[in-house]
Each structure stands twice: as C-alpha cells, then as structure tokens.
C-alpha cells in the first residue's frame, strides 16, 4: 500500500516537472523506465516540440503543412468534393493529414496546434516503441552494450521527423504494429499496420511484404540469402516500374509515376551530392553497421535464435523486407524503406543483446560504436534545425507566448 502510495507521488511529481521543464523529464522517464508513467512523460514532450518547432527554412514539409492549413482554416468551405481527402485535382492519396487540417482548423486557424496534433500522434507511437523494447527486456536490467544500440534506434526515426510527418508517422505505426504483432504475438498488430496506409499511401509495399512474409512462413536461409544477394542487385529501371501500375488506382497510379520520374530522380541525386559529407557519411556508417550486424548475428547466433519464437519470426521478416528494400531504393524516395527496415532491425539487434548476451557479437557492437557515434552526432545536428530554445529551455506556458523562437543551429554555426 506504502509502495503504491509513493509510486502515485513519484507519477505526480514527474508530470509536474513536465509542465515545469519538459527536457528535464526526458532524463527522468528514462531513469524511470519501469514505471507505467515514463514514456508517457516522452510522449509529451514530442508533443511540446512539435508545438514549439521552428520552420527554419522554406524548403522543409512544415512549411508546406503551414501554408496547407493556413489556406484551409481561411477557406469559407472547409471541405469539398474537389479540395477533398482523396482528390486528384490536388494530388491527395493520404487520408489522415488532411483531415487533421479540417478538423484543427474547425477549431483555430493556429497552425501551431495542428502540429501540436501531429506531435501528440507521433509521440504516442515513438514513446510506444522505445518502451516495447524496455518491457522485452528479459532480465532485471539492461545490458550495457545494448544502451547504444536502443539510442541509435530511438534516432533512426527521431521526434524532429514530425517535419515530414506523412511518411514518419507512418513509419513509427508501423513499426509499433510489427513489434506488438512479433513480440507480443498479437494479432492486432495487424490491424495497425494497415492503418499505415491512410496516413501514406507508400506503405502498400510494406503491407504487401507482410502479406509475402505471412504466404511464405519463416525461411531463415533463403531470406538471408536473399538479403546478402540484395546488396549487389544494381539500379532498377525506372521505366519499367512505371510500365507496371495499371493495377493501381488512377489517384494512387499519378503519385507513383511522379515518384518514378527520371527528372526526380536526377533532382534527388543533385540535393544529395550537395550535402556535407558528413551527412551523406552517417547513413552509410548507419546501413553498413546494420549489414554487420544481421549477418554476424545470422552466424553466430541463428541456432540460439531459432529457440525464440518472438525474435526469430522478427528475423525472418527484417531479411525479407531489408532485402526487397535494398532492391528498390534505387527508386527515388523509396529508399527511405530502407530507414523503416534499419529501425525494425535496431530493434532485434537489441532484443537479441538482451536474450543471447553473446560475447562475440557484444564485441562487434563495441567496434562499431564510433560509426554509431557519427550517425548520433549527426542526427542530432539535423535536429537542431527544427529544436528551438523554448524546446529545451522552456516549458507549455513560455511556449503559448513565444512568437520568434530561434533554432539551436543559429548558436552553433
């Protein structure tokens, strides 16, 4: 009775420390983790920052959500056959941001708190992942070396990722899906993953290799194989990716030819080429370290997977999926399935830490910290473009009167 009296006024205090200084609460939740509050204590801090996030620059998506909802809010009709959630005449194949933009702007014509929507969404289901991870945690405590391994995969896809909110969102559901349907075996996992698609159309093809994942069963060999024969498959042909969509809807069908455009494609490799190498750099160290991973963890451990239904089906699907990823990335912005694919991956990699604790494959992650450093340093810094000094320093009621914030990258450049 003591004990739940004092777990009740930890929970209190820890959610006024929120409304106090939401950044120091991260540090609290995470030294909390056992308790049922602490990743609700994540949850809103994401939330927070998507309230606060500075638009640092035209060129990024918030500034298109901005000026979408701001055109909506201002519109005598809120909702219309032609401006509707599915509409060709806009280019709409999402269902839930736009009608995020309907339903916020019935309420305010505060772009602010649409992305306070956003973030209350994402957070839920970044919060969600990193603590379905905690709570498979097999013993009384975490084994160290898996500590980067969980950092890396929480800066995968991080919170500032609610910039690109459509494709982001739709990546932690997903992922939240796979691990509540492989690791706790339940079939409702199923049905989140297939709310995906309402939130990106793209996630057809994640969808459609579960499917192939669900017709095939576990085959451990031929998936490994298959992912190691991915990583010299070359280039696919735009063209005949556009030759073969006459099976999709006619709205679906002029998304997916504007995504498969030689001019897109050339117009994406231009923007990459032009990046620091630095930032080109932290995905390679990110992919590469990936690669080893699964591949040492296939050889040294498979043996020992196989005696774990929940890690080993988990195994099974990540080659699949990492392998018909790798194969399309050649296409321009369906190489981002292949972050989707890192992050369900991070997630066994530490998963099979806590289980196996084998010691050649803690070796391997100890060689690899300095390229998960770089990929951690880098993220970060991209953070810093959208995280404002009222993110870190102030808290909701700073935030409800702040009007010009300034990006934490002004301080360091």
Known sequence: MQNSFKAGQNRIYAY?????????????????YKTSWAKNLIWFFVAFYA???????????????????????????????????YSVATNNVDFLQPLLNIIVAKVTDNYKVLFLVYGLIFGYFFSRNIWLLLENTPRNHIIKIGIPILIVFAFINPFWNING?????????FVYGCLVYFLKGKKKGLLIILTTVLVHFSFMLPIAILLLYKFLGNRLNIYFYFFIASLFVSELSLDAVRSNLAFLPTIYENRVEAYTDAEYKELRLENSQSSNWYVNLHAVALRFSVYVFLIALYWKTRVYIKKNKKIYSLFNFILLFFGIANIIS???????FTIVASCIAMAFVYLSVQFLNDRIINLIIKISIPALLLFFIVAVRVGFYTIGLTTVFGNPLIAVFMENDKALIELIK
Not at 165 to 172: I, L
């Open 16 to 32: 006024l420390l929120f409304f106090i200084w939401p950044f120091l609460s991260i540090f609290v939740a995470f030294y909390e």
């Open 165 to 173: 909110f459509r494709f982001w969102t739709a990546s932690q559901i």
């Open 330 to 336: 050649s296409v321009p912005s369906a190489g981002r």
């Open 51 to 85: 309230y606060t996030m500075v638009i640092s620059h035209a060129g990024m998506d918030a500034n298109r959500y901005r000026a979408q909802f701001i055109e909506v809010a201002q519109s005598d009709e809120k909702f219309d056959s032609e401006n509707g959630l």
